[in-house]
């Protein structure tokens, strides 16, 4: 079933929660946000290619001219709502239902339930996630561990719930409107608003989001007036939602300030998205031989670039009364290992003290494990809740200083390294799974990204590791022998019935093409509806009139 022009249609597998999930209200509301913004996104999104293809063509990101007025004047965003004054520590995951009670019983102050680079976009992760979330807002949520037997229930105080949906560029191929697929980033941010807004203002509080991957002010204002309609079509006045922008793309590095402005009456402050932002600077420059960057271990945030993107974040929110959160903490708990373990928690401390002295509000972590030694330093770094009165007066960033290379050796267990993350994260996610630790770290999309654009980089400029050029022989050869590694560490048995091969072979597509892909979840998302189409004896594609 493909619509009509009235027409809403539902392709995915059903799933258990779909009729409360996807109702034809719930839709309605979704269709009238692809019918009024769908036409700009696919424009903003041409934009971010011809962009990008002056960034090839040897042009280079600089602050805007047109907008130097507005960088200038003395403006402020909204007020900061009492309940989030206070975001010393943050913690991120997938939506789905354990991890959700976990993470808002963590102690830390604010839980991102992540539809992005956290969760492998198959149509049952998301409804079952948007599913997971209703109950959450509403205190009802609970899980049952079917192999344990141990039960979850929700603290009495738990974190502030965020939401992050997925990027502009992503589109959700089980949902048409109108015969064409929804963006998901209005199908996530839709069904969620439609279904829990009300519901949590008429609790005290109020919906919050999370916005990756925005690349210009222009993205910026696209959201604020998808808020506007949204807020409008609930009856809701303006400014009841807050987003919060990861700054985790190199153009969007020189436009916060305007970004801010964007969304001044729904700004909840910016984010280090500090991996997303390492990929960006490969796949924007990365053609060009002057932009080859050192094994991935060694880019670390005090490097300069890294250090001057994220101190101007701080001075940049700070002037503008918003929040300056910190980045994300990859690190998990070793158990078994006390060497190792300290070392994990030692890099932990590290970064926490770097973001606290930096004048951050706050900061990310991946664990729970993790929050109180992230919220031990920031109560004894941070005497109030928020650090909005550090200014960063002494800081001076020109567009050379984001762009400067780091030094550093590209070795044979970097590259190693960067290739069994990369099929290992990709082998996951295409059984469904976004978030997986891997050798210490969890990772997810971002760090993902940054290994396979690495590996691409390298190949693709032909640069010595270790003092051999890695020309495509030597770089099948190792793939090679890294899935021999990985078939012994996993097992026989997990090996066989994992998705590896599949892995394999588009991690190789991906490190090897004439040009950068722009996502690595693009075409493995075609490769989560073919597995879709072959699970929809169970397709329900009634439409929906709209």
Known sequence: MHGTSSQVATLGPKTPSQGDVLTPEALRFVADLTRTFRGRIDALLARRAERRARFLAGERPDFLEETAELRAAPWSVAAIPDDIQDRRVE??????????????????????????????????NLVEGQ????????????????????????????????????????????????????????????????????????????????????????????????????????????????????IETLPAAFEMDEILYEL????????????????????????????????????????????????????????????????????????????????????????KLREVHAGHDGTWVAHPGLVPIARQIFDAHMDGPNQLDVKREDVRVLAEDLLRVPDGPRTEAGLRHNIKVGILYIEAWLRGVGCVPLYDLMEDAATAEICRAQVWQWHHHGVS?????????????????????LAKERGAEAFAHGRFEEARELFTTLSTSDELEEFLTLPAYERLLALSSRLAGETDTSPVAA
């Not at 409107?177 to 109020?206: I, M, Q, T, W």
């Not at 001044?264 to 080859?292: T, V």
């Not at 993107?309 to 990859?330: E, F, I, Q, S």
């Not at 060497?339 to 401390?349: E, I, Q």
Request: include cysteine.
């Open 91 to 124: 913690i991120t995951g997938p939506v789905d239902r354990k991890m959700i009670i976990n993470a808002l019983n963590s102690g830390a102050n604010v839980f991102m339930a992540d539809f992005e680079d956290a969760t492998s976009p198959t149509f049952a």
């Open 131 to 246: 599913k997971n979330l209703a109950d959450a807002v509403r205190g009802s949520i609970g899980y049952v561990d079917p192999t344990s037997g141990k039960s979850y229930t929700l603290g009495e105080r738990t974190a502030v719930l965020f939401v992050r949906p997925r990027g502009l560029h992503l589109p959700e191929k089980h949902v048409l409107v109108d015969g064409l697929p929804v963006p998901g980033s209005l199908f996530d941010f839709g069904v969620y608003f439609f279904h829990n807004a009300c519901a949590l203002v008429e609790r005290g509080k109020r919906p919050y989001f999370y916005l990756p991957k925005l690349e210009s002010h222009l993205e910026a204002r696209l959201w604020n007036d998808v808020f506007l309609r949204a807020q409008a079509e609930m009856d809701l006045p303006p400014g009841t939602l807050r987003a919060t922008v990861l």
């Open 264 to 351: 001044r009456e729904h700004s909840a402050g910016l984010n280090c998205g500090r991996w997303d932002y390492i990929f960006s600077f490969i796949k924007k420059l990365g053609a060009d031989p002057a932009f080859i960057l050192p094994d991935r271990g060694l880019i670390t945030m005090d490097r300069p670039f890294l250090k001057a993107y994220t101190d101007l974040v701080v001075k940049t929110c700070h002037r503008r009364g918003a929040h300056a959160m910190g980045g994300m903490a990859a690190q998990i708990p070793i158990k078994g290992d006390e060497a190792r373990g300290r070392a994990a928690l030692d890099k932990v401390r590290a970064d």
């Open 465 to 485: 590791v270790e003092g051999t050029p890695l020309d495509h022989a030597r770089l099948i050869r190792t793939i090679d022998e890294t899935m021999e590694e």
